[in-house]
């Protein structure tokens, strides 16, 4: 029986072959709902849908969040995605390669209605707003 040998730079690629056939990807979600439903969403000032969504994300850390919805108050804030401790530098490399491993954050709003304004209390707060700028020299 003869015996093979391979070299070993050989062996590095077809290793390196196995591996990334085999690699998984962490896949990084965001559900984002509301109360009520159907609000337009906005992070880091692009509109990404209306709620109830789930959206892909790239990094973790803090996102500008903006929801807006007919008769309700716009809502603006900021919500972070928070990284878990095996996304950190040296864990991450191991986890990569696991097959169907998720990271899913779960965000959730409520959104307050516009209050009913009476035309003549609009009126009476533009001229206070009127005589104070007048006043002011």
């Not at 996102?63 to 990284?83: C, I, M």
């Not at 169907?100 to 209050?115: K, M, S």
């Amino acid at each position: 029986m003869a015996i093979v040998a391979i070299p070993i730079h050989q062996t590095a690629w077809l290793l390196i072959a196995v591996t990334l056939g085999f690699a998984g990807c962490v896949e990084r979600t965001i559900s984002i709902t509301s109360n009520p439903q159907g609000a337009l969403v906005y992070l880091n000032d692009e509109e990404v849908g209306r709620t109830p969504l789930v959206i892909s994300h790239r990094f973790y850390g803090v996102y500008s969040v903006r929801l807006e919805l007919d008769d309700h108050k716009p809502l603006w804030t900021k919500q972070e995605a928070k990284a878990p401790w095996w996304e950190f530098p040296g864990p991450d490399l191991v986890a990569e390669a696991i097959p169907g491993l998720a990271v899913r954050q779960q965000w959730h709003f409520d959104l307050d209605l516009l209050e009913d304004l009476d035309p003549s209390a609009i009126e009476k707060r533009a001229q206070q707003l009127s005589q104070m700028l007048e006043e002011k020299p």
